[in-house]
C-alpha cells in the first residue's frame, strides 16, 4: 500500500531553528522508511531561486516555488518539508491552499531579542545596524501564522523535545 504524502511547512524567523529541526524530522521520518525531500530556504535560493532578491515580490515568488515542489512530491507519496522564513502569512496560506496532500505548518517561534543574542552569522546585528535591507522582523514584517497545526518553542525547548512534539502530532494524525 501506497503511503500518503503530506508537506511539513516550517515558518519563523532567521536563526529560529527551522533547517535545525527539518533536518531531525527528516531523519526520523527515513529511519521509519517514509520517503523524504528537505526543501531548505537557504539551498533552494542558490539553485532553484536564483537571481531573487528579498523585495516582497521576489519573497513572495520563492516561497511560490517551494510550494510548488512541496506540492508536487506530497502528492506523489513523499514527505516534502519545507524550512523558509516564509515572512508573508497570506503566501503561506496560498501554497496551502494549492494542496492536494495534507499540509502541515510548524511555527518555529523564537523571540527576536533571543534572536539577537544568539545570531551566529551576525545577520541581526547587520540589520539592526541597517547593513541589511528588508529583514525579515527587523526592517522587513514577519508575519507569524496564526493557526498554525503545530507551534514549537525553541528558545524554551530543546530540540529534541521540539522534534518528539512534532513526530507526536504526526503520528497521533496517523500522518507516520
Known sequence: MAQQGFTLWFTGLSGAGKSTLSQE???????????????????IRQHLSRGLGF???????????????????????????????????????????????????VFVDCPLETLVKRDPKGLYAKALQGEILNFSGVSDPYEPPLAPEITVHTDRERVADSRDAILRWLDVRHLI
Not at 25 to 36: C, P
Open 25 to 43: 524530522i527528516a531523519a526520523a521520518l527515513e529511519a521509519r522508511g517514509r520517503r523524504v525531500e528537505r526543501l531548505d530556504g537557504d539551498e
Open 55 to 105: 523585495s516582497r515580490d521576489d519573497r513572495n515568488e520563492n516561497i511560490r516555488r517551494i510550494g510548488f515542489v512541496a506540492r508536487l512530491l506530497s502528492r506523489n507519496g513523499a514527505v516534502a518539508i519545507a524550512a523558509a522564513i516564509s515572512p508573508y502569512r497570506e503566501l503561506r496560506d496560498e501554497v496551502r491552499h494549492a494542496h492536494e496532500a495534507p499540509f502541515v505548518e
